[in-house]
């Protein structure tokens, strides 16, 4: 399944829901199938900036694979981990600096998350990139 494809379909299943009160509780449903991370994982070199939350952020591979394992104390945080793990965790470098997280407007992440959420969502997009854009570099020396 492309990164397209995974998008299209989480906007597929929030659009089975009609407000937002359920949207959150699928948010908070996925979050609570994230696999727990290992003590020794949660170190503070793996704590993001920029999310009110902790944020795990764990990025192992090469730029033909990257795979990403993540998770939060915040239950609606670890449902939008849960999203950006089911789009960009095991793809290649280029794929994921070649799309946008379109899910996250087209679901309507943006109007509805508050702006501390939404600075964590854009942290932890922002480290996937970044991570694509070291492995890339790597690659192409």
């Not at 995974?6 to 509780?25: G, H, N, P, T």
């Not at 199938?33 to 591979?61: F, M, N, T």
């Not at 939404?118 to 192409?140: K, S």
Request: proline share 3%; glycine share 6%; aromatic share 6%.
């Amino acid at each position: 399944m492309s990164i397209d494809q995974a998008q299209r379909e989480i906007v597929d299943e929030f659009s089975l829901f009609d407000d937002w009160m359920d949207r959150y509780q699928y948010l908070i449903d996925l979050g609570r199938k994230l696999p727990e991370l290992p003590e020794q994982d949660k170190s503070d070199d793996r704590l993001l900036d920029g999310c009110q939350s902790q944020v795990w952020l764990i990025a192992e591979g090469n730029a033909d694979r990257l795979e990403f394992r993540a998770n939060s104390d915040a239950a609606i945080v670890s449902g939008l981990i849960a999203l950006i793990l089911r789009v960009y965790s095991g793809r290649s470098a280029r794929e994921i600096l070649d799309s946008e997280p379109e899910f996250v407007r087209d679901i309507g992440l943006s109007q509805h998350l508050s702006p501390t959420r939404a600075n964590g969502l854009n942290a932890m997009l922002g480290e996937i990139r970044r991570q694509a854009e070291l492995a890339q570099a790597t690659a192409d020396s």
